[in-house]
């Protein structure tokens, strides 16, 4: 089995800073894209950044210039630096990722962490 472990959120007022990460665990042969998704209270769950294992990065356009992703290939854990953050940001920050187990079947895994809450108030 694989798991993923969210650590870093909290509650902050507009315009500081937090940095999310994700590490992966478990029966792992390879990662390839990891990714930070987040849902806000009555919305749906939506992309906020992927990464691919050469580097690769996608943002969601209302985070570009703001937040950065990042990922340690040898640590298996992923990053979201988050700049300037606004209330529009509250909400449940999820990781994703997806990942070969190492079996002899090199099963293909999305996992996803249990999230982490990141709360923007003054």
């Known amino acids: 089995q694989v798991q993923l472990v969210e650590s870093g959120g909290g509650l902050v007022q507009p315009g500081e800073s937090l940095r999310l990460n994700c590490t992966a665990s478990?029966?792992?042969?390879?990662?390839?894209?990891m990714g930070w998704y987040r849902q806000a209270p009555g919305k749906q769950r939506e992309l906020v950044a992927t990464?691919?294992?050469?580097?690769?990065?996608n943002y969601a356009d209302s985070v570009k210039g703001r937040f950065t992703i990042s990922r340690d290939n040898a640590k298996n854990t992923v990053y979201l630096q988050m700049n300037s953050l606004n209330p529009e940001d509250t909400a449940v920050y999820h990781c994703?990722?997806?990942?070969?187990?190492?079996?002899?079947?090199?099963?293909?895994?999305?996992?996803w962490g249990q999230g982490t809450l990141v709360t923007v108030s003054s």
């Open positions: 990464i691919t294992k050469r580097g690769s990065t």
């Open positions: 478990g029966s792992i042969f390879t990662i390839n894209t």
């Open positions: 994703n990722a997806g990942v070969r187990e190492a079996t002899s079947s090199l099963r293909y895994l999305e996992v």
